[in-house]
Every structure is written in structure tokens, then in C-alpha cells.
């Protein structure tokens, strides 16, 4: 089993920034993919950046380009999503997710583990 421990959600204003964390932990894998969803009620969970292990190739979605940056530290087993220039449009739950092996995460279905989110709250 792997265990996802998300942290650094919490309110901010418009324009500010926040850190994201997941630290993984548990059975270890050599290829993996992490990533972070947001959730907002009532609407479906939505990728928005994911990196490879090895590979570090990053995946973002358009509304969060130029904003957001996903990195991680193999040494920690740990992944990190930067959120700058936030917007109120922001506003979600945020998880933390992983797959295994190297293929890409393309949604949700395609995610093995994942965090019980973090709530990040953007004030206009």
C-alpha cells in the first residue's frame, strides 16, 4: 500500500501564493507518476499538473500555465505543486494523486493512490 500525505492548503487572497505538499509514503516503487486533482462540489475531480519520476516530464492544465509549478524530490518522495498568482477560481479541494509504473496520468481513472486533500481557499 502507498500513503499520500498531502499538507500547505489553507485561505489566501487573490494574487497570493501557496505550497503544496505530498509526501509518499509506504511500499516503494522505482517508476511512478504523481499529480494534483482539484475538486470543487458537485463538479468532477480535475488534473491539474502531474510530473514523471524518472523522466520529470510535466504535464499542466491550461487554466493553471504560467502559474503553477509541480516538482518533486525523489530523495524525499516528495511532490510539490507552487500555486502563484492565485484566483478565487482556485478555490478547491486538492488532492494529491499516484500512479504507478510510467505511463502518464490522463484523469482520474488512471490515478492508483490517492491523498485525502487539502482545502485551498482563494478570497477575492
Known amino acids: 500500500q502507498v500513503q499520500l500525505d498531502e499538507s500547505g492548503g489553507g485561505l489566501v487572497q487573490a494574487g497570493g501564493s501557496l505550497r503544496l505538499s505530498c509526501a509518499v509514503s509506504?511500499?516503494?516503487?522505482?517508476?511512478?507518476?504523481m499529480g494534483w486533482f482539484r475538486q470543487d462540489p458537485g463538479q468532477e475531480r480535475e488534473l491539474v499538473a502531474s510530473?514523471?519520476?524518472?523522466?520529470?516530464?510535466?504535464y499542466y492544465a491550461d487554466s493553471v500555465k504560467g502559474r503553477f509549478t509541480i516538482s518533486r524530490d525523489n530523495a524525499k518522495n516528495t511532490v510539490y505543486l507552487q500555486m502563484n498568482s492565485l484566483k478565487p477560481e482556485d478555490t478547491a479541494v486538492y488532492y494529491c494523486?499516484?500512479?504507478?509504473?510510467?505511463?502518464?496520468?490522463?484523469?482520474?481513472?488512471?490515478?492508483?493512490?490517492w491523498g485525502k486533500g487539502t482545502l485551498v481557499t482563494v478570497s477575492s
Open positions: 494523486a499516484f500512479r504507478l509504473g510510467v505511463r502518464p496520468i490522463v484523469g482520474a481513472a488512471s490515478v492508483d493512490y
Open positions: 510530473i514523471g519520476r524518472t523522466d520529470g516530464n510535466t
Open positions: 509506504g511500499r516503494t516503487f522505482s517508476s511512478y507518476v
